[in-house]
């Protein structure tokens, strides 16, 4: 697009000092990369923790055990012990919280989970901040995303 | 309203109407099937097309997109019927192709295209409005780029024939999604994925295409036209389109203002500012969002085509590696992503500052 002639409501054009701007932030883009790689932050997607990213691969073994370790927790009525190890699964293979999935945990956990929430958000499951963090990590794990 | 005020809709009122009406049908596509907030998402959709083609191997993230390939056909037949069928090309097919590539990037580590954007923050989410603040923020420092003097080379008239093949390709991928679907990979459900019927789909991306054409409803192109002209005609059809999804989702009680309970998005809000800053800022110094481009390829622009190519393989190579992001956060990869993006459109922008 050629330059307007109008002035809009940005006032007048601004000059070398754009130029100079954008080498600076390209320049600061550039360290902060290069920062990033060098670091022991940076990860490849193979390092990434599972689950870590959209195109991450699953540990399906993984996940299994951390649902027999949900289980448990849940049937010994300590959901917040449950909700870790349920995150920690989904973080693991992200199907088992897939509704579309033949790995998903199913429509009743879908319910428990909606009722842990709402539990939690009134006070009336213990767990805390991070019980319903776990659980917020679930429920955006179930709906949406680019699939 | 008369005929040729829809066919030629210019004033704020039809442009206005013609963005409640995509509002309207993107909130509808996801009470039928797509994913939460993702009625139309250009990004969402390409990286569900790159995986249909084979150029990912997420399954979840695969399927032959109907919305994209009818979003093709309705602009092409829009822009072809009112005689804006104009094949041009070669002004700077490369700048296109790298920056399409970094706007499916930012996008995807973002999690939406910028109608996404508006699509989650219609729905109440926080990270997404956060990313629309960043979009603005890119698009208002393009626009001063545009103020100083930036533009890319003029592209030159070609012949003809050389704008029918994204169309044709279209068609016929539409053709074989409809007849063999088990073409492409990961066609059906459970794997693939979430999506509405096949007709629903197809039949609302004609009408995004047709009604994007003619209304050059472009959210990044929107705000740049407010901003650097006085004209909020277009920024008319993006505000209507953000209130349409609104009072939709508030009718169906799909509203729920929230940061940890967004579908689908992730929490780290300054990369979400930060991915959509630098999409807005890309989108502008190439013309266009993922969804514009789009309509402009489909219009006989090839340098748009070239975009839409390096989009095609980001949305690849944003699952392959590890780019896009999840509801478990942004990667490192993504993160470099964005980083390298900036530098690119920093880069570009000083370089073409006179239009050299």
């Known amino acids: 697009m050629k ?12 000059g070398r000092r754009l130029t100079c701007l954008a080498i600076v932030l390209a320049g600061a883009s550039l360290a902060g990369a290069l920062r990033l790689a060098v670091s022991g932050d940076f990860r490849t997607p193979a390092q990434e923790p599972p689950g870590g990213g959209a195109g991450i691969a699953s540990d399906r073994g993984g996940a299994s055990a951390e649902v027999a370790l949900a289980r448990n927790a849940e049937a010994g009525g300590d959901v917040a012990s449950a909700l870790s190890h349920y995150r920690a699964a989904a973080a693991r293979n992200p199907r ?23 539990g939690l958000k009134a006070g009336e499951v213990p767990g805390g901040g991070k019980a319903l963090s776990d659980a917020a990590f679930l429920f955006r794990r179930m709906y949406g995303g680019c699939g | 309203m008369s005929w040729r005020r829809i066919a030629y809709p210019e004033s704020a009122g039809a442009l206005a109407a013609t963005g409640a009406l995509l509002g309207a049908l993107a909130v509808g596509l996801t009470a039928l099937g797509n994913p939460a907030s993702t009625g139309l998402c250009a990004s969402c959709f390409l990286v569900n097309v790159a995986g249909a083609l084979g150029l990912h191997a997420r399954e979840s993230q695969s399927y032959m997109r109907p919305e994209i390939l009818g979003i093709v ?63 603005v923020a890119g698009v208002l420092t393009a626009t001063l780029y545009l103020r100083d ?29 409809s007849g063999v679907p088990e073409a492409f990979a990961a066609w059906t459900l459970p794997a693939g994925a979430h999506h509405a019927p096949f007709a629903a789909s197809a039949a609302a991306g004609l009408l995004f295409g047709a009604a994007g054409q003619r209304s050059r409803f472009c959210v990044t192109g929107s705000i740049r036209t407010g901003l650097l002209a006085r004209d909020f005609r277009e920024a008319a059809g993006t505000l209507a389109f953000l209130v349409a999804a609104l009072a939709l989702n508030l009718a169906q009680g799909a509203f729920s203002p929230s940061l940890a309970f967004e579908p689908g998005a992730h929490t780290d809000l300054f990369w979400a500012f930060l991915a959509l800053a630098m999409v807005g800022f890309g989108a502008i110094l190439v013309a266009g969002c993922p969804f514009r481009q789009l309509v402009r390829a489909s219009s006989g622009d090839l340098d748009a085509a070239a975009a839409i190519a390096g989009m095609l393989l980001a949305a690849g190579l944003s699952v392959r590696w590890g780019i896009g992001s999840s509801p478990a956060g942004v990667t490192s990869a993504g993160k470099v992503a964005v980083l390298l993006g900036c530098a690119f459109f920093l880069a570009l922008a000083a370089w073409k500052r006179k239009g050299e």
């Open chain 1, 3 to 14: 330059n307007t002639e109008r002035e809009g409501i940005l006032g007048n054009p601004t």
């Open chain 2, 73 to 135: 056909l309705g602009a092409f037949f829009a822009s072809y019927s009112a005689r804006e069928f104009r094949v041009r090309g070669g002004g700077s097919p490369v700048a296109h192709f790298a920056g399409g590539a970094f706007l499916l990037l930012g996008c995807e580590v973002f999690i939406g295209c910028p109608i996404k954007v508006l699509l989650r923050t219609a729905g109440g989410g926080i990270a997404g409005a956060v990313g629309l603040a960043g979009l």
């Open chain 2, 149 to 177: 003097g930036f533009f890319l080379q003029d592209p030159k008239e070609l012949p003809e024939g050389t704008g029918f093949v994204l169309p044709a390709a279209a068609f016929l991928l539409l053709l074989l999604a």
């Open chain 1, 96 to 118: 088992i919280v897939d509704p579309r999935s033949p790995e998903f945990l199913g429509p009743s956990f879908e319910a428990r989970l909606k009722g842990w929430i709402r």
